[in-house]
């Protein structure tokens, strides 16, 4: 609901901040997707979680742009030609799957 608030307000601040929540949350969902295995044996792995995402939902702390300022950005940045090399790639690929596909269905 905040998000949408941001949006629906006139001021940017809010857009980005929310903006900024979300791509450092989908990160660490993708990390924690990736590490569920060992994490699941973290003694209180849920509570330290829920305190993680409060400190980055939080607009007091604002811990998600400060988690992006110091280690997303610089990262991004600097790997911003290749992420987007291997994007192009990736879109190709499937463009060619999506193809061949279509052209099977019609063969048949």
Known sequence: YASFKAIESSQKEDD???LTYWTV???LN???F???IILFWVPFYHVFKTVILL???MPQFAGAQVLYKKVF???LVSSE???DAQ???VKAQAANVVESAIKNVHSE
């Open 55 to 57: 400190y980055l939902f």
């Open 16 to 18: 980005v901040q929310w």
């Open 30 to 32: 993708i990390v924690e």
């Open 73 to 75: 950005r610089p990262y």
């Open 34 to 36: 990736f590490t569920d």
């Open 87 to 89: 994007f192009a790639k």
């Open 25 to 27: 949350y989908g990160f």
């Open 81 to 83: 030609k290749n992420i």
